[in-house]
């Protein structure tokens, strides 16, 4: 199942990679979202996949009773979606009112900070 | 609970002696720094009383970690586990010398940023929550340079990062909100790469904890995969650390921001992706940077060589200072990349004294604009005048970011130069000097056209003019004294000049810290108790 897995993240991140190199933030922003998806998925894959066992240790065992799915990679997974999530939904209000502020979601022309043409500082001393 | 009356042995897997009074240090910087970020928001719409609590608690900050360094420099590395679970099951929380330096120089300059901008970020600023997020910003960079476990290395990174943002865009001006979008998803893909290589090395090796990656590494050497791993880190680092070829978030973001905004992060945020570049490449997987030595070499040279050349270019002071910041990267890099105990003394060295240096010289550009009115080289002038005291700090800091002696920066660049002579990298100590020479250009010229000459550009020869002064970085400071500006400039600026004429103590601490990079015996001791 993780070869399936593997390819499946591999297009997330051709899509993702694709999207980013658009000049247009609102294709950006899609593209990090899919981009954190296909990390999220490739933690998940890399602690490899085990179905229909959930690791939960019976009541009259202290140790699994054989082999479990891998916990750890589900608690990392979820660390790292709510931390993409929050972080995705900054920064769609920081490109919207970028988007109202400077009239463009082009980043070509998103010239505020360096604009085209600046003078050279002073020559000689 | 039914179980079996079965008698577990809880100690192979729990610590089960209380935890020490001393060891409290180790999470305390991250405690404080959250509690007092909680207090500074739940305060924050109490305008007068968010500095004091802010920099209160940044004070015990800056006490915290001098003692906490103090601890680890008479015991040793120091682990702290979280949950009582031992490693690797447990978050470790792990602190060695080069940490614990690290995280209290940090602590010195975010404890002078609070204080600068008491006075520099007006009442909106307070009130849309400068100090939470400062203290916030440094829960993230206490918590990177503290932590034992990579995914932790990973949730510090991020808490730094959204406070980052927040600090960035204070202000809403149409420069900063353009600036921040760049900064913002160039750093978080930097950021998810981060996480890609921390997922794959899980799958490699079944574990997270640094200590315990170590010894796995070491036991089975370099292999395909963990070379892939390697470069993905470094990748990932260096775009945190605004190395070349991927650095452009930050000199399009750098002076958009509050000038203390600036500071706090041309101090602050590039070395906390040198110093995980330090932890994961030079400890974790040494025998995968002996592999990479070379392109890290290149990159190192191009960083520092394109940084100061793009110095050169710039005409606005602020701009000006973010290359300098970049080219510092590249002569850390050039330690990584030589990797013997001097090169990484040296790395850390200049790590210490770049997060002084460059924060103290964007306080004193907000002071030159202050006083002028302006960033722009061409428009500036006459400073010397209005104020011969800025005009000496000024030089003094000028010389040190030059790495000209006595000041801070003089000692670090010989480490680097002579571990990069007797390793035979000659080329990479001629780039070092060269970009020395370079800076001291650049930063001379700041000081000859706006200290030294009599005005602004059209200002005749011998003449004076008086400055428009105000407006710029005192808004709604309403009659206070500029004491608040002086005193952080001031304690920056004797630290420089400290480590410049004494660099003996310093020079100690980074060695220790960069031996224990090399051969981390006492790291795996600590964590993992005496048998490693």
Redesign the interface.
Known sequence: MEAGFSVLIGLFFAVGVYL?LSRH?VH??IG?TI??NA?NM??F????LTREVPPVIP????VPAGPTANP??QA?VL??IV??F??FA??LV??F??YQ??GTDDVNE?????PKG?????QG? | ????S?S?DLSAAMQTVPVQLADWLVVAPSILTIVGGMLCLMSRKNIALAPKLGLFFLGLLVISNLLLLAEVLKRGVITMVMGNWLPPFGIAFTVDALGATLALVAAIVAFAAGLYASITIDNSGRRYGFYPFLLLLMTGVNGAFLTGDV?NLY?WF?VL??SS?GLL?LG?D??Q??????Y??LN??GT?LF??A???L???LGTLNMADITMKVQESGVSGPLMTIAVLYFLAFTMKAAAFPVNFWL???Y??PRIVVAAVFAGLLTKVGIYALLRILVMLMPAARAELADVIAWVAALTMLTGVIGA????DVRRLLGYLVISGIGSMLAGIAMGSVLALSGTVFYAVHSILVMTALYMAAGLMAAMAGSYD??RLGGLYGASPVLAGVFLVLALAVAGLPPFSGFWPKVMLVDAALTLGWNWLAASILVTGFLTSLAVG?VW??AFWRGGP?GTVDGGSVSLPGGGVLLAGAGGQSTAAVWVPIGILTALIVLFGLQPEWMMEVSSRGASGLIDPVGYLRSVFGGGA
Do not use: C
């Open positions: 980013m933030i950006i922003l990090i981009l954190g990390v490739l933690i894959t890399a602690g490899r009541l009259e065992l202290y750890l990679p990392l660390t790292a931390i993409s929050s972080f900054f920064l920081l490109a009112r970028t502020e400077l998103m010239r505020v900070a360096e600046e003078a050279l500082p002073p001393y | 609970m039914a179980g079996p079965v577990v995914f949730v991020e990062l959204i943002y865009v809403n149409r420069i909100l353009d600036g921040t979008v760049k913002g998803i978080l893909i998810n996480l890609i921390t997922g794959l899980y799958g490699q000199p399009s973001s002076h958009t050169l270019a710039q005409s080289l061409r010229r000859i056209y550009e």
